[in-house]
């Protein structure tokens, strides 16, 4: 089990930046660093939508088109840490951010670990 804490969610101006974060708060079973991790988000009447992912070393990372140069996703393995920066943000990012084990297909939320979410509102 993998127990996952999301922060750093908050009102912002499109083009303003935020910086989210994900903290594995209890593994127990191996280690945080054994797990590929994921950011999904879920929109306002939407379904859960990759976001970015990155492998369990941290050296290799990839992004949902309509985030590319924009966020960056990186982990601290020995802090059990999972980071997001989000630059340049716009409207469409508004959603709820969540920390969770990579999966491959669609996200289900039954599958895996996850945080409970932290909002992102991006506003004009």
């Known amino acids: 089990e993998v127990q996952l804490v999301e922060s750093g969610g908050g009102l912002v101006q499109p083009g303003g930046s935020l910086s989210l974060s994900c903290v594995a708060t209890?593994?127990?079973?191996?280690?945080?660093?054994?797990?590929?991790m994921s950011w999904v988000r879920q929109a306002p009447g939407k379904g859960l939508d990759w976001v970015a992912h990155?492998?369990?070393?941290?050296?290799?990372?990839n992004y949902t088109d309509s985030v590319k140069g924009r966020f960056t996703i990186s982990r601290d393995n020995a802090a059990n840490m999972l980071y997001l920066k989000m630059n340049n943000l716009k409207p469409d990012d508004t959603a709820v951010y969540y920390c969770?084990?990579?999966?491959?297909?669609?996200?289900?939320?039954?599958?895996?670990?996850w945080g409970r979410g932290t909002q992102v509102t991006v506003s004009s």
């Open positions: 969770a084990t990579r999966q491959w297909g669609r996200y289900d939320k039954s599958r895996g670990y």
């Open positions: 209890r593994v127990t079973d191996g280690y945080f660093g054994d797990y590929a």
């Open positions: 990155i492998n369990t070393k941290g050296t290799i990372t």
